[in-house]
């Protein structure tokens, strides 16, 4: 499977501030995705990010608030804009495995946002 | 409806004891189904996948999927402490991309 990293790890940001997590991947792929994980909950679909265009979001995510970039194969960014504390999560990106399974998803460690 | 459903637990077995996973899913279309593990504080980790009818096995873990009553399942043979976590069961609809996720299982095997 392929190898992902997520940059920060996790970080602690302010009401109305802005951060932007990157997603990187050892390996071109198709599809990469970002979700979201409520303590305590599943994961959420927000939306799916193909390189070249523009990213498809899922009902209840809008792209104001959270603008995607997949300007490669191996790498997209998510941004959580104007955050409020119930964007506390934690962020994942996945991406399928598309040329060496059929259409599995593996998952990057996630990035631990709390928002004061 | 929730398109996959997972009873949230926690399910208490003893070390060495077969452990059962249920999931069932709304999509009569779906075509394929996965089972990740999340250990607390990680990310998912794909553990099995299924897509035809019937049982799959890989090492201590079998896969089981009947389409007809639109039922997954997952059974943890020898159960170890280190099988504890919080098992989620995906399912992959008509949309080839998109996955839905249920609640998860959450496990405990006690020594």
Redesign the interface.
């Known amino acids: 499977?392929a190898v992902i990293s997520q940059k920060p790890s996790r970080d602690i940001c302010q009401r109305g501030t802005s951060l932007t997590i990157q997603c990187q991947v050892d390996s071109q792929v198709t599809?990469m995705?970002w979700y979201r994980q409520q303590p305590g909950?599943?994961?959420?679909?927000i939306a799916?990010a193909n390189q070249g265009s523009e990213a498809t979001y899922e009902s209840g995510f809008v792209i104001d608030k959270f603008p995607i970039s997949r300007p490669n194969l191996t790498f997209s960014t998510l941004t959580v804009s104007n955050m409020s504390p119930e964007d506390s999560s934690i962020y994942?990106c996945s991406v399928?495995g598309a040329g060496v399974?059929?259409?599995?998803?593996?998952?990057?460690?996630?990035t631990r946002l709390t928002v004061l | 409806q929730k398109e996959v459903e997972q009873n949230s637990g926690p399910l208490s077995v003893p070390e060495g004891a077969i452990a059962s996973l249920n999931c069932t899913y709304s999509d009569r279309g779906s075509q394929s189904f996965f089972w990740y593990r999340q250990y607390s504080g990680k990310s998912p980790e794909l553990i099995m996948f299924i897509y035809s009818n019937g049982d799959k096995e890989d090492g201590r873990f079998t896969a089981q999927l009947n389409k007809a009553s639109q039922y997954v399942s997952l059974l943890i043979r020898d159960s170890q402490p280190s099988d504890s976590a919080t098992y989620l069961c995906a399912v992959n609809p008509y949309n080839f991309n998109k996955f839905y996720f249920g609640s998860g299982t959450k496990l405990n095997v006690k020594p």
């Open positions: 499977s599809m995705f909950q599943s994961l959420t679909l799916t994942l399928d399974t059929y259409n599995e998803q593996f998952f990057g460690p996630g």
